[in-house]
């Protein structure tokens, strides 16, 4: 592809985009992936290009947003928003109405005098967390969770996340680990606070790669090893995942219980359900149990029935905004809304009270989000402990972390509640990750 045929690819891309976001549909990695499967003739190198235009650009859409509702610029199509950006980024527009039928057609009189605009904006006025790229819905939750240094908390969002993985403890020892990894990639480093975590600045395709095909190494951001480590299972428990996806963490907790004990991992889809079935096959587990478990309250009840208040560890990753990977997911600032967080706040505290059924008495219920907004966890387990204050106990991260194999830097939380765990990309490098234990005494 041209350099004029890629601008052109990314515009089109946008536009598809934000159709998405405005129906809340199709996330953006989804909408690239089906692009380029069409279009057989885009190489790697043009794949990658595109690709990194297009994260660029909605890593700062809502300032681009700001500006050209500044100069009246509204309402915008995906081409407005990639020229503003080309402005932002001092780009020429030389590609525009190249002499080739992939190129971007020509900039009109109306788009000469948007650049013009643009490029006059005093940026002064611009709010600090939009400037950061937060939507005005979130800016409350972002100060009620940072307050201070909120823009740089708000900002390390737009950072591209470290490419992480972790070593499968059944399969190869860390130190084996970090000598094969040097075969992958020179850039890996270890993290600061998984022993069996190492991270690259790079990203990387390691979906080939004989350390991946043998199930040695897995894909894993360091927050939700830190979430594994933290549940503190013995290889004699009964272990309920409820909410476990394609099973990242039960995968962990089943390596670190040595394929011992037991893991019913639930989940409302199949697909993901078999991604965990060949993923545990390949990490050599055996202490896995993947079951579907849908919508339905009285359905979900009788799939449970068999399982009720023997569980000693129940892991809740529950649904969330994902607040805390915008990092990776860029897009999703802008699928949610007051009324669908307040919906979700609901999902989760269903699923808690769901969850606490399961366990037993003695045994502790680990609630998990990757989100920073208080409302989906702070709260939530606020709400859940005044109704069973004298059943359920909290268990501090600190007293958990240090019976771990988790390294000595025990990380200072950002919560508004000490006992539990709130990471960050900034103060952490990790994901946004929200960590709650709680105990049952009854």
């Given amino acids: 592809m041209r350099p004029s045929a890629r601008l052109a690819s990314a515009i089109e891309l946008i536009d598809l985009i934000e159709v998405e ?25 043009d794949r990658r290009a595109v690709t ?24 915008v199509s995906g081409r407005m928003i990639f020229i503003a950006w080309m402005v932002e980024n001092n780009i020429e527009f030389d590609g525009f109405g190249e002499d080739t039928p992939f190129a971007p057609p020509s900039l009109s009189s ?17 709010p600090d967390l939009a400037n950061a790229n937060v939507p005005a819905y979130a800016h409350e939750y972002f100060m009620e969770r940072y307050n201070d240094g909120v823009a740089l908390q708000a900002n390390a969002l737009n950072d591209k996340a470290a490419f992480t993985i972790r070593s499968n403890p059944l399969k190869l020892s860390t130190g084996n680990t970090k000598h094969s990894l040097k075969e992958i990639s020179e850039d890996f480093e270890s993290t600061r606070f ?54 990242g963490k039960s995968l962990l907790v089943g390596a670190l219980m040595q394929n011992k004990g037991q893991i019913h991992a639930f989940d409302i889809s199949s697909g993901r359900l078999n991604e965990l079935k060949i993923r545990s096959q390949r990490a050599g587990l055996r202490n896995i149990q ?28 529950v649904p ?11 897009d999703l600032r802008w699928r949610y809304n007051p009324q ?33 907004f208080a409302c989906e966890n702070e709260e939530n387990i606020a709400k859940f402990l005044q109704k069973n204050a004298l059943n359920w106990k909290i268990i501090p991260y600190r007293d958990v972390w240090k019976d771990t194999e988790l390294q000595d830097e025990v990380p200072v939380s950002l919560s508004q509640v000490p006992e539990f765990l709130q990471l960050s990309p900034h103060t952490h490098g990790t994901d946004g990750f929200f960590i709650a234990i709680l105990e049952r005494l009854a």
């Fill in 340 to 372: 669908a967080i307040g919906d979700i706040t609901k999902i989760q505290y269903d699923l808690i009270n769901e969850g606490a059924v399961l366990t037993k008495i003695g045994g502790r219920m680990i609630y998990m989000t990757c989100s920073v």
């Fill in 290 to 317: 993947a079951k579907p478990l849908g919508a339905d309250t009285l359905k979900r009840a009788e799939v449970l029935s068999s399982i009720v208040g023997k569980a000693d560890r129940v892991i809740l990753d």
């Fill in 110 to 126: 109306e788009e000469i005098e948007l650049i013009a605009a643009y490029k006059g904006i005093d940026w002064s006025n611009i």
């Fill in 320 to 330: 969330c905004s994902g607040s805390g990977t915008w990092r990776r997911s860029p």
């Fill in 194 to 247: 998984s022993s069996i975590a190492f991270s690259s600045k790079k990203p990387l395709n390691i979906s080939q790669n004989p350390l991946y095909k043998s199930g040695k190494i897995e894909i894993q951001d360091e927050a939700a090893q830190i979430a594994s480590y933290l549940v503190d299972a013995d290889p004699k428990y009964t272990v309920v995942d409820l909410c476990a996806g394609a099973g």
């Fill in 52 to 75: 990194e235009m297009v994260y660029s650009v909605y890593r700062m859409r809502e300032r681009i947003l700001w500006g050209l509702c500044e100069i009246g610029h509204e309402p």
């Fill in 21 to 45: 976001i405005e129906k809340s549909g199709v996330p953006m990695d989804r909408v690239i992936h089906a692009y380029f499967r069409t279009r057989r003739y885009a190489g790697s190198k």
